[in-house]
């Protein structure tokens, strides 16, 4: 079982910058791959990044590639998404899950979620 639990949204204009942060409690969150997602209002979640267990595997969603980073501290069981260059489209509730392999941009395929987020840009 892990619990997550999300902060770090807020309210900043386009170019701004966020760090989400998504601490983890239970066991083994070493083991999972950690992933982030966001919902904007009327529309399906969508996948952003997500991370290998070890750091050694990432993946973006095209529309983010260059201006989020995905990142992981083990030791301190939290997952990160620093995002630059905002955007007024990337306002949404952001989402971090877990899931026991890594791979899956597909959101129902992720047991483990927190509570979201919410980050709003404005032009």
């Known amino acids: 079982q892990v619990q997550l639990v999300e902060s770090g949204g807020g309210s900043v204009q386009a170019g701004g910058s966020l760090r989400l942060s998504c601490a983890a409690s239970?066991?083994?969150?070493?083991?999972?791959?950690m992933s982030w997602f966001r919902q904007a209002p009327g529309k399906e979640r969508e996948f952003v990044a997500t991370?290998?267990?070890?750091?050694?595997?990432?993946y973006y969603t095209d529309s983010v590639k260059g201006r989020f980073t995905i990142s992981r501290d083990n030791a301190k069981n939290t997952v990160f998404l620093q995002m630059n260059s905002l955007k007024p489209e990337d306002t949404a509730d952001y989402y971090c899950?877990?899931?026991?392999?890594?791979?899956?941009?597909?959101?129902?395929?992720?047991?483990?979620w927190g509570q979201g987020t919410q980050v709003t840009v404005s032009s």
């Open positions: 899950a877990a899931r026991s392999t890594y791979g899956s941009m597909i959101w129902n395929e992720y047991k483990y």
């Open positions: 991370i290998s267990s070890s750091s050694m595997l990432i």
């Open positions: 239970g066991r083994t969150f070493s083991s999972y791959a």
